[in-house]
């Protein structure tokens, strides 16, 4: 059963103004799109794994035959990671956490500006591409980061919200100013997704 890409769960333009319509439709359409296609391309030539979760590709990359584990540790990285990406914002998005996610943040971080001020650094501080983590672990809460498609589920752990700082995902609008994406990628963040898959 080959990987699909999910559709985007809103309109290109949802996000406006914080992501601009062009940029989610070729990271959408165009990167995810390549990612999955990739992905497919590289298990063709192991069926034995196409039946695996993604999940289970990730965690056990070991597994994948060494001529195409390069391919599938990017790929079905990219994959998972912007499946989740899309999902942890919406037009709606923004403000705080509420419940036992907001308790979690507070217990681990003092108080939410503090985790946004980290957060943001993790994101900022992170060398060319990659992504920045809010990882469950345990109870706690932890921020990590990743390079290119890497993702914390290569190492069985559980992040909960993710950014995106490749350039493709905000250079149109914000040519280098990556700290100025991630200060407008707060008003977008799904915080109620984010509490659900922390409880999940
Ligand atoms: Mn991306």
């Given at each position: 059963m080959a990987f699909t890409l999910p559709p985007l769960p809103y309109d290109f333009a949802a996000l406006e103004p914080s992501i601009d319509a062009r940029t989610m439709e070729i990271h959408h359409d165009k990167h995810h799109g390549g990612y999955v296609k990739n992905l497919n391309a590289?298990?063709?030539k192991a069926p034995e794994l196409q039946s695996r979760s993604l999940?289970?590709?990730?965690?056990?990359?070991?597994?994948?035959?060494?001529?195409i584990r390069t391919a599938?540790?990017?790929?079905?990285?990219?994959?998972?990671?912007?499946?989740?990406?899309?999902?942890?914002?919406s037009p709606k998005g923004g403000g705080e956490p509420t419940g036992k996610l907001a308790d979690a943040i507070k217990a681990s971080f003092g108080d939410f500006a503090t985790f946004k001020t980290q957060f943001a650094d993790a994101a900022g501080k992170r060398f060319g591409s990659g992504w920045a983590w809010l990882v469950k672990d345990g109870s706690k809460l932890t921020i990590t980061s990743t390079p290119n498609?890497?993702?914390?589920?290569?190492?069985?752990?559980?992040?909960?919200?993710?950014?995106?700082?490749?350039?493709?995902?905000?250079?149109?609008?914000?040519?280098?100013?990556?700290?100025?994406?991630?200060?407008?990628?707060?008003?977008?963040?799904?915080w109620?997704?984010?509490?659900?898959?922390?409880?999940?």
């Open positions: 590289a298990l063709e999940d289970d590709l990730l965690q056990h990359l070991d597994a994948v035959p060494e001529s599938v540790r990017n790929n079905a990285g990219g994959h998972w990671n912007h499946s989740m990406f899309w999902e942890i914002m498609q890497d993702t914390p589920v290569m190492e069985k752990k559980h992040p909960i919200l993710g950014v995106d700082v490749w350039e493709h995902a905000y250079y149109l609008k914000y040519q280098n100013l990556r700290p100025a994406y991630v200060e407008a990628w707060w008003n977008v963040v799904n109620p997704e984010v509490g659900r898959r922390f409880e999940a």
